[in-house]
Each structure stands twice: as structure tokens, then as C-alpha cells.
């Protein structure tokens, strides 16, 4: 992210971009800053020839793709929004893409509320959580900002954190996993640890426990299908109520959370953290005050 050191500022209004430099800059070297593809460069139209100089205000415009995207006219409960990012809090049991069967998903949802707000496009989900867990998705609002967000989680530079619960006193402070992870060919629907799976690195705290439930703070330094589900079935704490990994004991669906996320935020040219409130099927911890209970950063420094 040190190259945005070269921006002096950067600013976005619906369809249009603003931006001054600190230096004198190629084009292409500028688009490389936001890690835009040459392929994805053709969207973009920036006001100069070749070379952006230093301290003069330059707009980007973004020409619009003729896509059908699926609308659905249900609410969203939305975490933090801005001209470029949207986190919402996805409700357990909803799908973020359609799957060709199920039209109502948590995309659909976010693009009826573009529309209804005459937002120019429509927005994007830079990850997936589960359909069973609940928590927060990440959206990006503006074309441009994509790549810049999309490089941020394959390179792991996006933090995010889940609250889990399990049955019994969990018997470790922290538990490091690394186990690689495969589909189960036994049951497609499955992931199973396998040497021949791919790498897979899971961190479990624990936060407390009542009630013989013990409530878990889980960060996922890789993305795989299932990997968090899989890695405490594998240590045999499955989290309460999987349907794939362990046993339903109630009517609360997955007690699986994605709690926090951290990014980098290319506009105020800092780390952001945001926080949703703990889902109240989390009994007996959702009146818990989880700031001060939680004790694992997702970034030691916010650097302005």
C-alpha cells in the first residue's frame, strides 16, 4: 500500500473519481497503484494524454457494463457505508450469490438498495461466507476500487475475524491449526483434512465459557471452502448446530459469526476496523461486551 504515499488526495462521487498527486506519473503506473489490469483499464477514462502531474486535479469516468443483475426487495442491516465500501450483516440461512435456484440472496438484497438509492453501479462482494453463517460480507460500490480490494484479500492484507461457539469447556487458550483441506469424495458436500488437500491455517482463541458452550474467536489466515467448520471438527469441537460437522442441538441454525474485519482504505489511506454487534442466537453470549474480552488484533498499527 506504500504507493498511495505518491497520492496527494483521492476522492469519489458516485460515477466520478477525483485525484491529485504528490509527483508526476505515468498513466499505466498510476493504474498500477490500484492494481487495475490493462484488461480492466479499457473501463476507465482518465481526463490526460500519457503523463498525470503533480498537485492538478484529474477525473476518472467509468463507463457502465449492460448486465441483468438480480433485484430483491428485502432490507439490508448495514454495518459501515461510504462513497466507495458497504459491510452489511448477512442473516444466517441466505446465499450470497444466486445459485440458479434461489433468486432472494444477500446480493440481490444490496442491489435493490443501490437501485433505490440511483447508485451508478451496482455493487460487488469481494468475499463469501458460508450460507449458514451470518456476519459480515465487504462490498465495493465503484468499478475502480475492485482490483484495489480483490488484491488486498488475496494477498491477505483484509483481516477478518468469526465468532464461533462449541459444546464444552474448549480446552485451549489458543489453538493453532494447519491442516490442508480437501473436498470429501465420500460426500460432495463435504471438506475433510487430507495431505493432499490445500494449505490451510486457522487461529481459535478462546473468549470464555457458561453454560458447558465455550464461545470462540477465530481468525483464518486462508480462505477454504468450509476451512473453519473442518478444522474444529478435525480437533473435535464442532461448532454448535452444523448440519455437515457436528450435531444440531436447537432451532438457532449455525452459531458461526463473521465478526470483524479489518481493511485498508485507499481514500483515507489507512486501516479501518469495523465490528458487528454479536448475533443474539449466541446465547448465552450475546450481552457480552466482546472489545474487551477479544484479545487478538487484526493489525497492531493504524498508520494515517
Known amino acids: 500500500m506504500n504507493m498511495l504515499n505518491k497520492i496527494k488526495t483521492i476522492r ?3 460515477n466520478l473519481v477525483y ?6 506519473m505515468e498513466i499505466q503506473q498510476f493504474y498500477e497503484v490500484f492494481y487495475i489490469s490493462k484488461n480492466r483499464q479499457k473501463l476507465f477514462n482518465i481526463n490526460a494524454d500519457t503523463i498525470l502531474y503533480a498537485n492538478k486535479t484529474y477525473t476518472i469516468t467509468t463507463r457502465r457494463k449492460n448486465e441483468h443483475i438480480q433485484t430483491s426487495p428485502h432490507g439490508i442491516e448495514i454495518v459501515y457505508e461510504d462513497d466507495i465500501c458497504l459491510i452489511v450483516n448477512k442473516p444466517t440461512n441466505l446465499l450470497i450469490h444466486d445459485d440458479g435456484a434461489s433468486p432472494d440472496t444477500l446480493c440481490s438484497r444490496v442491489n435493490f438498495y443501490t437501485l433505490c438509492n440511483n447508485y ?4 460487488y462482494p469481494i468475499h463469501r461466507i458460508d450460507k449458514e453463517t451470518s456476519g459480515l460480507v465487504f462490498f465495493v460500490k465503484h468499478p475502480f476500487f475492485h482490483s484495489f480490494f ?3 484479500i488475496q494477498e491477505h492484507i483484509i483481516k477478518k475475524q468469526y465468532l464461533g461457539v462449541v459444546q464444552g469447556t474448549f480446552p485451549y487458550r489458543h489453538k493453532h491449526i494447519e491442516k490442508p483441506i480437501s473436498r470429501d469424495r465420500h460426500d460432495a458436500k463435504k471438506m475433510i483434512v487430507s495431505n493432499k488437500g490445500k494449505t490451510a491455517i486457522t487461529d481459535v482463541y478462546k473468549v470464555t465459557t457458561k453454560d458447558h458452550y465455550s464461545l470462540l474467536s477465530i481468525g483464518i489466515k486462508t480462505g477454504r471452502k468450509h476451512q473453519i467448520r473442518t478444522h474444529l471438527k478435525y480437533i473435535g469441537y464442532p461448532i454448535v448446530n452444523d448440519p455437515l460437522y457436528g450435531h444440531i442441538f436447537d432451532n ?18 489507512r486501516f479501518i476496523h469495523i465490528q458487528a454487534p454479536i448475533d443474539p442466537r449466541f446465547k448465552p453470549f450475546s450481552h457480552i461486551d466482546l472489545t474487551s474480552t477479544i484479545k487478538m488484533p487484526l493489525h497492531k498499527t493504524h498508520q494515517k
Open 12 to 14: 469519489c462521487n458516485n
Open 150 to 152: 480483490d488484491h488486498q
Open 19 to 24: 485525484v491529485v498527486l504528490k509527483q508526476d
Open 120 to 123: 451508478k453501479f451496482f455493487a
Open 252 to 269: 438457532r441454525k449455525l452459531l458461526l459469526e463473521s465478526y470483524a474485519i479489518d481493511f485498508y482504505h485507499p481514500l483515507e489511506n
